[in-house]
């Protein structure tokens, strides 16, 4: 079992640039969801998806997007980055939905510069 | 709003000893409670959960316990060794997250051989 991947493992970008994050849910889960963790603290929630549709959002400007395709995959989507974006961002996994044991993966570590 | 708070911030204690990081929450009426274990710049490994309607559970030398009515949970690590070292973070569920997990900002364990 592969568990829950991320990729890439690092990215490097400008202020302004947009980035495209990807995640796929361990084996036989459904239920995808992302957080942003900025050094020191907890991670805070952005969305969820499941069945394809985003489920719930977390407070996030719509510069955050995201997509869930047929395979249960996401990606994670953030237009005109800030600074302030710098980050590991977090995907998590479950099965069929609400508040079901969440598998992590390792993240992808975001600087803006 | 859930308020998650772990304390202490920071940890160290010799090797072989037993040791107790604490969670409080604000609102009481969580869902579930889940551990997670977090490495320098890792993802989050999951560690323990534990469902609204239980008191405690249970995984080689961690224990998780629940309280509810006092909004508390402890996970206790018997005899500890120097791969324990990480952060420790805690979540719930609750009525007003939905299906965000709510973190506090984890506990920082070093165990010295």
């Known amino acids: 079992d592969a568990g829950v991947t991320q990729s890439p493992t690092h990215l490097i970008k400008t202020r302004g640039q947009q980035v495209t994050l990807r995640c796929s849910p361990k084996?036989?889960?459904?239920?995808v969801s992302w957080y942003q963790q900025a050094l020191g603290q907890g991670p805070q929630f952005i969305f969820q998806?499941?069945?394809?549709?985003?489920?719930q959002r977390g407070n996030f400007p719509d510069r955050f997007s995201g997509h869930q395709f047929p395979n249960y995959s996401s990606e994670l989507n953030v237009n005109a980055l800030l600074l302030g974006d710098s980050a590991l961002y977090l995907c998590a996994s479950s099965s069929q939905g609400a508040w079901n044991e969440q598998f992590f993966g390792p993240g992808t570590r975001l600087t803006v510069l | 709003k859930q308020e998650v708070t772990q304390i202490p911030a920071a940890l160290s204690v010799p090797e072989g000893e037993n040791l107790v990081l604490n969670c409080s929450f604000t609102?009481?009426?969580?869902?579930?409670l889940q551990w997670f274990r977090q490495d320098p710049g890792k993802g989050l490994t999951s560690l323990l959960l534990?469902?609204?309607?239980?008191r405690e559970q249970t995984s080689g030398r961690l224990n998780a316990s629940l309280d509810k009515s006092s909004g508390r949970s402890t996970l206790y690590i018997a005899a500890s060794q120097p791969g324990d070292s990480a952060t420790y973070l805690c979540a719930v569920w609750d009525s007003n997250s939905g299906y965000a997990l709510n973190f506090g900002k984890g506990t920082s364990l070093l165990v010295t051989p």
């Open positions: 609102d009481s009426a969580i869902y579930n």
């Open positions: 998806y499941y069945e394809e549709e985003e489920r």
């Open positions: 084996s036989g889960h459904d239920t």
């Open positions: 534990i469902q609204s309607s239980q």
